[in-house]
């Protein structure tokens, strides 16, 4: 098992090495010079070729590359052209809130998705059934930034319930003070959350919903279930320790990609709420060309569902003691 996982933490370096060299390709597919952008329509040619000089842009495509992977061995993402300050330290100020944002929709998403695909595997072929599927569909179909639309004009334009857009008191700091009997400030966070969240969150659900679904359908055909089921055992034991248990192997993979999923989809919905997070910094940096900050973002998106996917396959041992690895 250790070795396994000193095997997979090293799978980190040519990750972060391969999404770098893409990333930084593709900025040089882009069109628009960064110099031109940080300076404006006005600016002189000869102002911008002191800009390109002074962020080194006027040196070839390799030894821009080789720099910052050298200041990347040394722990150093580089300075943002248009924030001028360290891109870690930006990424920094934005990474709490998005991932406020995936954990909360994560869990939805799980919670929601097996409850809904563990009483479609019972209810097979009933009205609860095609209810069930009817809501995975329309999660699979409705594009995530039409579904935020719709979430913010019922809940914030007709029903006046949720706050529209921003993010309230940071969630964590706000549980804590819940605990020690001050709910106000986690009432505030968990409305300005409650939008982004179960926009990412539902139409995640509707994916696992149907995969939990499938796989229930599968164990519960199995020999093992009917020789439970002879031995008189509970229904519900039946449901949850026997058959869920081992349908959750494949849920549990798939969850990894959907962690993916989520940060994929928080470029959108922090857009569309007004959400601080990293989605809203990579679509400023877009923008203004930051290639620094845009291979900044990238990376930690990356290391972010690498690591997820890592914490996933360690968990398959715990689901299923007949999973080791050497």
């Known amino acids: 098992m250790l070795g396994y996982t000193v095997r997979r933490l090293l799978l980190f370096v040519p990750i972060a090495v391969g999404m770098v060299a893409v990333t930084f390709a593709i900025m040089q597919l882009l069109p628009g010079d960064p110099a031109a952008v940080l300076l404006g329509e006005d600016a002189t040619e000869e102002a911008i070729q002191d800009i390109r000089r002074a962020l080194g842009l006027d040196q070839p495509w390799w030894i821009r590359l080789g720099n910052y992977y050298l200041d990347l061995a040394h722990g150093d993402l580089g300075v943002s052209y248009f924030q001028?300050?360290?891109?870690?330290?930006?990424?920094?100020?934005?990474?709490?809130?998005?991932?406020?944002?995936?954990?909360?929709?994560?869990?939805?998403?799980?919670?929601?998705?097996?409850?809904?695909?563990?009483?479609?595997?019972?209810?097979?072929?009933?009205?609860?059934?095609?209810?069930?599927?009817?809501?995975a569909q329309l999660g699979v179909s409705m594009p995530v930034f039409w579904f935020g639309i719709l979430l913010m004009y019922l809940f914030a334009i007709q029903l006046d319930m949720l706050p529209s857009i921003g993010r309230g008191?940071?969630?964590?700091?706000?549980?804590?003070?819940?605990?020690t009997g001050r709910p106000a400030d986690l009432w505030l966070a968990l409305t300005h959350i409650a939008m982004p969240a179960l926009?990412?969150?539902?139409?995640?659900a509707a994916?696992?919903?149907?995969?939990?679904?499938?796989?229930?359908?599968?164990?519960?055909g199995q020999d093992y279930i009917r020789t439970a089921k002879a031995k008189g055992l509970l229904p519900m034991r039946i449901v949850l320790v026997h058959s869920l248990r081992n349908a959750l192997l494949t849920v549990v993979s798939v969850m990894g990609l959907r962690f993916g999923a989520l940060l994929g989809g928080a470029v959108l919905t922090e857009s569309i709420f007004g959400w601080p997070g990293l989605g809203q910094l990579a679509v400023a940096a877009i923008s203004q060309r930051d290639i620094p900050l845009i291979q900044g973002v990238v990376l930690t998106f990356a290391l972010a569902f690498a690591l997820v996917n890592f914490l996933v396959d360690l968990l398959y041992a715990a689901i299923d003691p007949r999973i080791r690895y050497e």
């Open 207 to 220: 994916v696992i919903s149907r995969l939990v679904r499938s796989s229930m359908l599968e164990t519960l």
């Open 169 to 179: 008191p940071p969630l964590a700091p706000a549980l804590g003070k819940a605990l």
């Open 84 to 135: 001028n300050q360290p891109v870690a330290d930006a990424i920094g100020q934005r990474l709490v809130p998005t991932l406020e944002v995936a954990v909360v929709a994560l869990l939805i998403s799980i919670l929601l998705g097996i409850c809904l695909g563990v009483v479609a595997a019972i209810r097979r072929g009933s009205a609860i059934d095609a209810c069930c599927m009817l809501f």
């Open 199 to 204: 926009t990412l969150g539902l139409t995640n």
